[in-house]
């Protein structure tokens, strides 16, 4: 897809996850934008682990959505078929955040478009479910041992696909969250900062990467910040 489009994209979705009026939700859907790292489309709801899954690696990418009622074609074109009725979000969000973090934030919204004049989505329903990030919190972690999924996991969008971040992936994340300590004015010490993050690395039981490796990732990311001239708040 072409960067232009693919850029237009992220700015439609993070104003729509700002505001999430009718409007940008219909520019959404005929945009031509398509699944993307930060945007994916279900026909209809799928199984809660699932979804899970998608929100998790949506997170740890940055953020964005993920839209009910809408089928993507081969030829990566939507089709807004709608749901049948929408779903009870109290009990679709409690279904789904026992897999998540309790820090991972997320919320539902309903479109009716009973009566609207855009006749593409007349008449039909529509969910979206929109997921919050801060890279101070990177990575987001996978909660409870389940099918196919340790808790420890860590899921990543890797273009349109939801997969288990590899060591690269989960560094570049660190990354990003050193990065925001520093520039963020809290009262969070790097010491305990440290401490929060080897704490992470030690419940990452699915992954067997070295621990003094990805440390030395960690000082150098540090040392780069202070040559940048970023300063612990």
């Known amino acids: 897809m072409d960067n232009n489009i693919l850029g237009n994209g992220k700015e439609l979705i993070y104003k729509i996850l700002q505001e999430p009026?009718?409007?940008?939700?219909?520019?959404?859907?005929?945009?031509?934008f398509g699944e993307q790292d930060n945007?994916?489309?279900?026909?209809?709801?799928?199984?809660?682990?699932?979804?899970?899954?998608?929100?998790?690696?949506?997170?740890?990418?940055?953020?964005?959505?993920?839209?009910?009622?809408?089928?993507?074609?081969?030829?990566?074109?939507?089709?807004?078929?709608?749901?049948?009725?929408?779903?009870?979000?109290?009990?679709?969000?409690?279904?789904i955040q026992k897999f998540l973090p309790d820090i991972l934030n997320f919320q539902i919204y309903d479109f009716n478009f009973n009566g609207e004049n855009y006749s593409k989505v007349n008449g039909k329903l529509f969910q979206m479910l929109c997921i919050s990030s801060k890279e101070i919190e990177l990575p987001y972690v996978w909660k409870k041992d389940s099918n196919g999924a340790e808790s420890g996991?860590?899921?990543?969008?890797?273009?349109?696909?939801?997969?288990k971040a590899n060591m690269q992936e989960i560094k570049d994340m660190i990354d990003k969250r050193i990065e925001a300590t520093y520039m963020e004015k809290s009262n969070l010490q790097l010491e305990e900062h440290l401490k929060q993050l080897k704490t992470l690395y030690n419940n990452?039981?699915?992954?067997?990467?070295?621990?003094?490796?990805?440390?030395?990732?960690?000082?150098?990311?540090?040392?780069?910040?202070?040559?940048?001239?970023?300063?612990?708040p």
């Open 204 to 232: 990452l039981t699915p992954y067997k990467y070295s621990l003094n490796r990805l440390f030395q990732g960690i000082n150098s990311s540090i040392s780069s910040a202070r040559i940048t001239g970023v300063k612990n």
């Open 39 to 95: 945007l994916d489309f279900k026909e209809q709801w799928i199984e809660p682990q699932k979804i899970a899954e998608i929100i998790l690696g949506i997170a740890n990418s940055g953020g964005g959505a993920l839209i009910f009622g809408v089928k993507e074609n081969n030829d990566g074109t939507l089709s807004a078929v709608g749901l049948n009725k929408l779903a009870d979000k109290e009990k679709e969000n409690s279904k």
């Open 21 to 32: 009026t009718r409007e940008k939700f219909i520019d959404i859907l005929y945009n031509g």
């Open 153 to 163: 996991c860590i899921f990543y969008r890797r273009g349109t696909k939801t997969i």
